[in-house]
């Protein structure tokens, strides 16, 4: 068995790094783990601040709850074997070293790194639009961060605009929570979703979640319009808010009132880092984006740097458990550390069956 000097270093603590740093602790390592929240979860599993009064994790994380508070109590059994430095930002990446910006003063430090998890997450994919910059405008992730970290929605009355799943998710946590959702904006067509019904019955445990979040909006009272076309949003340039939404329906434009917009256009992955540590990228047309190569098992172009979860990829919080895992076994077995060969077998099958 071969070792290195420098112990291993996760970057992120959400569903994918959290299973990366249980699986190189129960090797025997020590891992430094980097994550930009206060707390480990990653944005699907946000936890609100340590002082906030506890709400029910079926309140904050719904279908979710089961998981997400798997994921925590898996963290919160490593802290004392792991080193953990949250409310850090890794900015930069050259030589072998972390640049990293933490706290409210963003103090800077460098963190020199041997093998290396990259697990930085998702993003949301937004697309300007005439009034994107006016107060009062944020994107999904934006909207469900105010709602999970601090229990407070972003407007009295809003509007949820785009497409992709978390559009209809974040509108269901919004009126489930006792927020006035105005409407839900669609740009995909009923044909569209339609086309892509027998692709998603694979999946049939989220293609009923999402089934049941429409029908739930709809039972509640909330419009949903497919097939729009965002014009923009509408605001009172003397108080510098949001007053409305207009956009076109393909007969006619329309408007709507509202405080608040929430809008996006599903998910993108969070690479700036992997393209930081110089690993190779290409076009994946299933995502649409270019993504840094990696093999089955997470590693990338680069040796030493293992990519998992949504940063490597949009595949969802539970691949990113697996991902992460699977490349912390990857980790081990190129420093000469014996893995279970079968449980590598059933991760890389998961995921390629996902």
Not at 13 to 30: E, F, I, K, S
Not at 230 to 238: I, K, N, Q, S
């Amino acid at each position: 068995m071969t070792t290195t000097a420098l112990p291993p270093v996760i970057v992120g603590a959400g569903p994918a790094g959290v299973r990366a740093a249980q699986a190189l602790v129960a090797h025997g390592l020590r891992p430094v783990v980097i994550d930009e929240a206060a707390r480990a979860g990653g944005q699907i599993y946000r936890r609100p601040p340590a002082n906030f009064v506890e709400r029910a994790a079926a309140t904050l994380y719904g279908f979710e709850a089961a998981r997400a508070k798997a994921v925590h109590a898996a963290f919160d059994g490593l802290r004392d074997r792991i080193d953990h430095r949250p409310d850090s930002l890794v900015w930069n990446a050259q030589g072998g070293v972390l640049d990293v910006l933490h706290g409210p003063t963003r103090s800077t430090a460098r963190v020199p790194h041997g093998p290396l998890i990259v697990a930085t997450g998702a993003t949301d994919r937004v697309l300007p639009l005439p009034g994107w910059t006016l107060p009062g405008v944020y994107t999904l992730g934006g909207a469900q961060v105010a709602l999970k970290f601090q229990g407070c929605a972003i407007g009295q009355r809003v509007v949820f605009m785009g497409t992709g799943p978390l559009l209809y998710l974040v509108a269901y946590q919004y009126a489930k929570a006792g927020a006035r959702v105005a409407a839900v904006l669609d740009t995909a067509r009923l044909a569209d979703q339609l086309a892509a019904t027998p692709a998603m019955l694979r999946q049939p445990a989220v293609f009923a979640k999402g089934v049941y979040f429409v029908a739930w909006l709809r039972a509640h009272g909330v419009p949903l319009h497919g097939g729009v076309r965002p014009l923009r949003v509408l605001g009172d340039d003397a108080a510098s808010r949001v007053t409305g939404v207009a956009w076109h329906d393909g007969r006619e434009e329309r408007r709507i009132d509202c405080d608040a917009v929430g809008f996006g256009y599903a998910l993108r992955s969070e690479t700036q880092l992997a393209d930081l540590l110089g690993c190779r990228f290409e076009f994946a047309p299933m995502h649409r984006a270019h993504l840094p190569v990696r093999d089955a098992a997470g590693r990338s172009s680069v040796a030493g740097v293992y990519l998992a979860g949504d940063g490597a990829g949009i595949m969802g919080a539970d691949a990113a458990e697996w991902a992460g895992e699977r490349a912390a076994l990857a980790l081990l077995a190129d420093q000469g550390v014996a893995v279970d060969g079968a449980r590598t077998a059933l991760l890389e099958r998961k995921l390629d069956q996902l």
